[in-house]
């Protein structure tokens, strides 16, 4: 069920408006802390809950009016689902929501260097144990005590779909004058698209690349190859206008739209002759990435790539998939895997701030924080025209 519960409490903005340092920037005061609390499968909640104080300590903490958040497909698996994959929800221990977010720090704990109040920030929203091997070799995002905003491993972690929230300083990245709110908060899906090109399977200089699945990520994905030298990249997707929006948003790309693959065929047998019917050049692909998680474009990806080539697994599955071994061993086809992201984030900020990655019209729909429980059902309803769906006070 949809509920809107607002615990007796008017959702009221004051009349005060402050200019920040250099006078280009304002802010509103709210005098509540209205945030999205998932308390189980279909059964959103709009809140009022406290607001927090910066801290100071090990991690100091900046405080952070949360200006504009996407939602993203792990946030509808928690909505509808009450969890992703094996994690599920505990009755009485309700989550904030939201993860890909932006705004505008309001406080700032003793001892930070680096942030003022009035720096616009994007939130890098995981925060590592700093201590274990992982963590020590930079490789932060796979650290097993990751406590990730709205997520339940390690959790329930309240998220960022509310006015204020506090992080260590560290996570909140300044963002240059030419990214706004809501391109601030397409930083962290970036930052996926970043961390699996730029750092994980940069493309060679002039290759050709093909990404599998024309969401916000693939999207991003193709575009941060380009940025990073490829010169010719190919989309694919089963649906029409989610490839009409990709060539509008990305002129270069060259798109195909997929068949879906009939429960009776063969995977393997299918993928294979899909591959070869498609007729791209047997040595074309240099890097394949594949963005669904769907078990058939996972086996499609494996034949597209050359010999040689690279199959970067970005789309999070459904577990367990089978793969074409033979194929995979004599081709000598390289399989990595993307889990978010570590040390992107600056890398995002710059491809935006340096116009190499372009972010305007990727978000289709924008909803006010009161309005959230309509922004799911939009995002969840995936009509055509609808891309990214965000939240906030833009």
Request: some cysteine.
């Amino acid at each position: 069920m949809l509920v809107r519960k607002l615990l007796g409490c008017r959702v009221t903005v004051s009349e005060k408006t402050e200019k920040w340092a250099g006078g280009a920037f304002e802010k509103m005061v709210y005098q509540d802390n209205l945030a999205a609390v998932l308390h189980g499968p279909h059964d959103l909640r709009m809140e009022i809950v406290p607001i927090e104080t910066a801290q100071a300590g090990a991690e100091t903490e900046v405080q952070v009016n949360i200006r504009a958040t996407g939602i993203c497909g792990s946030d509808l698996h928690y909505y509808h689902e009450g969890g992703v994959g094996s994690l599920r929800m505990t009755q009485g221990k309700p989550m904030i929501l939201g993860h890909e977010s932006a705004g505008v720090v309001t406080e700032v704990g003793e001892g930070v260097q680096g942030l003022q109040v009035g720096d616009r920030v994007a939130i890098e929203p995981g925060k590592e144990c700093k201590s274990c091997v992982y963590c020590k070799a930079g490789r932060y995002n796979l650290c097993k005590n990751m406590k990730f905003c709205g997520s339940l491993r390690q959790g329930p972690n309240h998220g960022t779909l509310r006015r204020y929230a506090c992080f260590p300083a560290r996570l909140c990245h300044k963002i240059p004058d030419n990214i706004g709110y809501e391109d601030g908060a397409l930083i962290e899906p970036l930052a996926v698209a970043v961390h699996a090109v730029s750092i994980r399977c940069r493309p060679p200089a002039g290759a050709t690349v093909a990404v599998l699945g024309a969401g916000p990520v693939g999207l991003l994905t193709a575009a941060t190859a380009f940025a990073e030298g490829a010169e010719d990249c190919v989309m694919m997707d089963i649906n029409p206008s989610r490839l009409a929006f990709a060539q509008q948003y990305l002129p270069k790309l060259k798109t195909i739209q997929l068949p879906l693959k009939p429960k009776e065929e063969d995977l393997f047998m299918w993928s294979e002759k899909l591959a070869h019917d498609l007729a791209l050049g047997e040595d074309a692909i240099a890097v394949v990435y594949e963005c669904t998680g769907v078990e058939s474009c996972m086996n499609l990806a494996v034949f597209l790539a050359r010999k040689g080539g690279r199959v970067m697994l970005i789309g999070m599955g459904n577990g367990r998939t089978l793969m074409p071994t033979d194929v995979i061993t004599t081709r000598e086809v390289d399989i990595l895997g993307n889990f978010r992201y570590a040390n992107s984030y600056p890398r995002a900020i710059a491809l935006v701030e340096q116009g190499r990655v372009r972010l305007d019209g990727l978000v289709t729909h924008k909803f006010s924080l009161e309005d959230t429980l309509r922004a799911f059902e939009t995002a969840q309803q995936a009509n055509e025209g609808v891309m990214k769906v965000e939240i906030g006070d833009f």
